[in-house]
């Protein structure tokens, strides 16, 4: 087995004639968090999509736990302990908010994910809102329901799409507690985000992306020194 939970190289992606990521190269060990830093449009959440075999044509390698999973489809991928929480959230409007935790099988055949149990212990506000349609939870309540529903197919590389985005801060914390919760239990994260407030204390690496290419790389411990760096890059 691999240690490294992803490696990516000379990554090619495209939506139709648009090319996208120009030759992405990045590597994850087990149990890290990663961040991906950039502006809008920079290929960040093509890089998630990418891995889950969400664009349109892709060419390189990505290998999740050493097996290569470029010409797999996507539902395969998954099946390689992959969860991916996308920016829309896609909770289900007609059903309860248990009822859409149910609705996942667990895809993992090493791991038999996280029961409901355990989930509302980690999210007491799912348990109190299990009732309730999906519409008429919060942006934060959807937000943890669209994570937790992933932690009940097994996967434990997990791909986060700005989560943080518009929630409350009282939400942001909750969410940052699950991350260091998710990161203790040895599960990898890689995260797209534009809050670098909520990713600093969080990520023990971060990838710049500009232009549909890692322009740098950042450790948790340069991350001071190299502020000036991301402030030129990202206007922070």
Request: glycine share 10%; hydrophobic share 40%.
């Amino acid at each position: 087995m691999s240690s490294k939970a992803l490696e990516i190289s000379g990554l090619h992606a495209w939506y139709g004639e648009s090319h996208i990521l120009h030759d992405v190269n990045l590597t994850v060990e087990k149990g890290e968090v990663v961040t991906l830093l950039g502006r809008n449009g920079a290929g960040r959440s093509t890089t998630l999509r990418a891995i889950m075999g969400l664009t349109g044509t892709r060419k390189g390698s990505i290998k999740i736990n050493g097996v290569e999973s470029i010409g797999l489809p996507t539902h395969k991928i998954a099946h390689l302990g992959v969860g991916y929480c996308p920016e829309e959230r896609g909770i289900f409007s007609s059903l309860t908010a248990e009822e859409n935790l149910l609705l996942p099988p667990v895809v993992s055949t090493s791991d038999k994910g996280m029961s409901v149990a355990e989930i509302y212990e980690m999210f007491p506000n799912l348990k109190e809102r299990r009732f309730s349609q999906g519409t008429r939870l919060s942006g934060g309540e959807q937000q943890m329901l669209a994570v937790a529903r992933i932690l009940r197919t097994g996967a434990r590389l997990l791909l986060l799409d700005e989560i943080s985005e518009g929630l409350a801060p009282v939400i942001v914390q909750a969410l940052a507690r699950m991350i260091t919760t998710l990161r203790a239990n040895g599960y990898t994260i890689i995260m797209v985000e534009q809050n670098f407030r909520f990713a600093a204390p969080l990520a023990d690496r971060f990838y710049v992306v500009e232009h549909g290419q890692i322009v740098e790389t950042i450790a948790s411990s340069e991350l001071e020194a190299k502020m000036p760096v991301l402030n030129a890059l990202l206007g922070v």
